[in-house]
């Protein structure tokens, strides 16, 4: 029998048996829709977190009070004890700092916007340096941004997201218009290009005021996070990074032995990060979803050793007929990896589905990689593979005369 021939009467021993073929695929299939979907969705988060990430440069890093990712409460205590970056920390960096190209800070709360008879509340509301929504490759599509004298003389300006136009300005030109940030009046300069939603929060529902204005309404008892270009990465983001925390241990009169009392954190930092709890994440999946695999491995060679006993005939005929023991083998060795190849192409159509749906329903970004489809194929088809030697092995040592005899 030709290897041909072998998938066909594989092919044709699912279809002939439909009810069983499904029941016995579908531990493969779940397994390999699992693997699919997490590998999916994992990707397309590391490429959104790589992509907002470096939004702001490979050359930019950050000074703030304490990291972006705390994961134990002796830790939260630690970094809530140290001393608030302030105000005056970012302008002695701006205006010390020979190897930084700029420099940036960023204040942000919620609150709710009023326009009219509209409202949003859960807004962000950021208080931004006047050049920030150029360091953070923020576009202003509408109007204009933010110049040193809005931040100088605290203008009531503001730029705003695409949320507030849609909810609060519908069919208007929103700017010129005035609106009310918790309460106090701002006159709408900009609007920043749409940026979509991101695990079903939306990018777009945001009002960025200057940071003086912003102090001067919601105080100065929060802690800046400071946002420093390098102009390139590599030796000059050493020396940006040196320099700048240098300067900020030498105004909070850190020990020279003593470590730092704030949080210096680059791009690089944020996604090994991310990698790293993605990764975690990823392999734990894995290992559920592997437990499907093993489980319709099983299946799979439970249904090969029945096959074996209801075509035990046609073995001893086949062997009669001069068969050797490697073709009876390589035939049923085809057919379980067929059965469970075939469980494995519904698994990758059913998972990289689901997660498709999932970034349709709640924004969840989805990465479909080709690598990841033929690795899910050649493990399905192994698993059937492995599972099937005993089987096979079964089927190939049967005696021609006991064979034939069987059904007489």
């Given at each position: 029998?030709?290897?041909?021939?072998?998938?066909?009467?594989?092919?044709?021993?699912?279809?002939?048996?439909?009810?069983r073929?499904?029941?016995?695929?579908?531990?493969?299939v779940?397994?390999?829709?699992?693997?699919?979907a997490v590998?999916?969705?994992?990707?397309?988060?590391?490429k959104?977190?790589?992509?907002?990430?470096?939004?702001?440069?490979a050359?930019?890093?950050?000074?703030s009070k304490?990291?972006?990712?705390?994961?134990?409460?002796?830790?939260?205590?630690k970094f809530?004890?140290?001393?608030?970056?302030?105000?005056?920390?970012?302008?002695?960096?701006?205006?010390?700092?020979?190897a930084?190209?700029?420099?940036?800070?960023?204040?942000?709360?919620?609150?709710?916007?009023?326009?009219?008879?509209?409202?949003?509340?859960?807004?962000?509301?950021?208080g931004?340096?006047?050049?920030?929504?150029?360091?953070s490759n923020?576009?202003?599509?509408?109007?204009?941004?933010?110049?040193?004298?809005?931040?100088?003389?605290?203008?009531?300006?503001?730029?705003?997201?695409?949320d507030?136009?849609?909810?609060?300005?519908?069919?208007?030109?929103?700017?010129?218009?005035?609106?009310?940030?918790?309460?106090?009046?701002?006159?709408?300069?900009?609007v920043?290009e749409?940026q979509?939603k991101?695990?079903?929060?939306?990018?777009?529902?945001?009002v960025?005021?200057?940071?003086?204005?912003?102090?001067r309404?919601?105080?100065t008892?929060?802690s800046?996070v400071?946002?420093?270009?390098?102009?390139?990465v590599?030796?000059?983001?050493?020396?940006?990074?040196?320099?700048?925390r240098?300067?900020?241990?030498?105004?909070?009169?850190d020990?020279?032995?003593?470590?730092?009392?704030?949080?210096?954190?680059?791009?690089?930092?944020?996604?090994g990060?991310?990698?790293?709890?993605?990764?975690?994440?990823?392999?734990?999946?894995?290992?559920?979803?592997?437990?499907?695999?093993?489980?319709?491995?099983?299946?799979?060679?439970?249904?090969?050793?029945?096959?074996?006993?209801?075509?035990?005939?046609?073995?001893?005929?086949?062997?009669a007929?001069?068969?050797?023991y490697?073709?009876?083998?390589?035939?049923?060795?085809?057919?379980?990896?067929?059965m469970?190849l075939?469980?494995?192409?519904?698994?990758?159509?059913c998972?990289?589905?689901?997660?498709?749906?999932?970034?349709?329903?709640?924004?969840?970004?989805?990465?479909?990689?080709?690598?990841?489809?033929?690795?899910?194929?050649?493990?399905?088809?192994?698993?059937g593979?492995?599972?099937?030697?005993?089987?096979?092995?079964?089927?190939?040592?049967?005696?021609?005369?006991?064979?034939?005899?069987?059904?007489m």
């Open positions: 029998m030709g290897f041909a021939e072998a998938i066909n009467i594989a092919l044709q021993s699912l279809w002939a048996n439909k009810l073929s499904i029941l016995t695929l579908i531990g493969v779940i397994g390999v829709a699992s693997v699919i590998i999916t969705l994992t990707n397309g988060v590391n959104y977190v790589a992509t907002k990430v470096y939004s702001y440069g050359d930019v890093f950050t000074l304490q990291p972006p990712v705390i994961f134990t409460y002796e830790e939260y205590e809530q004890k140290r001393k608030d970056i302030h105000l005056d920390d970012y302008e002695a960096i701006r205006d010390n700092c020979k930084c190209a700029d420099v940036g800070a960023l204040q942000s709360t919620t609150g709710k916007v009023v326009y009219g008879t509209h409202s949003s509340t859960d807004t962000s509301i950021r931004w340096s006047w050049n920030m929504p150029e360091m923020l576009n202003v599509v509408l109007g204009r941004s933010f110049t040193p004298a809005d931040q100088q003389y605290a203008t009531h300006s503001a730029i705003i997201g695409y507030i136009v849609d909810n609060l300005m519908p069919g208007m030109d929103p700017l010129g218009k005035e609106i009310r940030v918790d309460g106090e009046p701002y006159t709408v300069i900009g920043g749409r979509g991101t695990l079903g929060q939306s990018q777009d529902n945001y960025s005021v200057p940071i003086t204005t912003y102090q309404k919601y105080g008892n929060k800046v400071i946002y420093i270009k390098a102009g390139s590599g030796p000059a983001l050493d020396r940006a990074s040196d320099e700048a240098a300067l900020l241990r030498s105004r909070r009169h020990a020279p032995n003593a470590e730092d009392s704030f949080s210096l954190d680059t791009n690089a930092t944020f996604v990060l991310w990698t790293s709890i993605s990764s975690t994440f990823f392999f734990v999946v894995i290992g559920i979803a592997s437990i499907s695999l093993v489980v319709g491995g099983i299946v799979i060679m439970n249904i090969m050793l029945v096959s074996v006993t209801e075509r035990t005939r046609e073995i001893g005929v086949r062997k007929l001069g068969a050797r490697t073709d009876i083998l390589l035939q049923f060795l085809i057919e379980s990896a067929t469970s075939v469980g494995g192409a519904i698994g990758v159509i998972g990289s589905g689901v997660a498709k749906l999932v970034t349709v329903l709640i924004g969840f970004p989805s990465d479909i990689q080709i690598w990841s489809v033929f690795l899910a194929l050649f493990v399905s088809a192994s698993v593979i492995f599972f099937g030697v005993y089987p096979a092995r079964k089927a190939a040592i049967l005696d021609p005369i006991v064979a034939l005899r069987s059904e």
